[in-house]
């Protein structure tokens, strides 16, 4: 079965100047691109948080764009590390690629994505895209 590598969204909702997702197009036969509704997030916020309309109206636009090249976001809902669980029973994955988040509980939050990758023997890799220079 062919590998895959799946491009993760996170706070970098666009398909234009997007380094992560420029180099998982360029460096793999089969991407699939998903982005995940953090619960450990988004269950802390009102359901009419102008935030989580922004997400929404940003996936349609990526999905959109997608649909043009014959493919969709998957689109989750849950905590990371129990999503990428499903996702790894689901399909051959190689690669995970994102760009970097800068915030503490993101930071964490991929610790614990990279060391449950690992242990899989999947590669997780992100790029500096969101930032003129970065520490």
Same mark, same amino acid.
């Given at each position: 079965?062919? $590998?895959?590598? @799946?491009?993760?969204?996170?706070?970098?909702?666009?398909?234009?100047?997007? $380094?992560?997702?420029?180099?998982?197009?360029?460096?793999?036969?089969?991407?699939?691109? @998903?982005?995940?509704?953090?619960?450990?997030?988004?269950?802390?916020?009102?359901?009419?948080?102008?935030?989580?309309?922004?997400?929404?109206?940003?996936?349609?636009?990526?999905? +959109?764009?997608?649909?043009? +090249?014959?493919?969709?976001?998957?689109?989750?809902?849950?905590?990371?590390?129990?999503?990428?669980? $499903?996702?790894?029973?689901?399909?051959?994955?190689?690669?995970?690629?994102?760009?970097?988040?800068?915030?503490?509980?993101?930071?964490?939050?991929?610790?614990?994505?990279?060391?449950?990758? $690992?242990?899989?023997?999947?590669?997780?890799?992100?790029?500096?895209?969101?930032?003129?220079?970065?520490?």
């Amino acid at each position: 079965m062919e $590998k895959l590598t @799946i491009f993760w969204f996170r706070r970098d909702l666009r398909t234009h100047d997007n $380094k992560g997702l420029y180099e998982a197009l360029t460096g793999s036969n089969r991407v699939i691109p @998903i982005f995940i509704y953090d619960t450990d997030i988004t269950d802390k916020l009102e359901k009419e948080d102008p935030r989580l309309t922004f997400i929404e109206n940003a996936l349609g636009g990526i999905n +959109n764009a997608m649909k043009r +090249n014959r493919c969709t976001i998957g689109i989750y809902r849950g905590t990371p590390k129990a999503i990428f669980k $499903k996702l790894i029973r689901e399909f051959p994955i190689e690669n995970v690629i994102a760009n970097h988040d800068y915030e503490p509980y993101a930071l964490k939050r991929d610790e614990e994505i990279r060391n449950l990758l $690992k242990e899989e023997g999947i590669h997780f890799t992100t790029f500096k895209d969101q930032v003129v220079f970065e520490k």
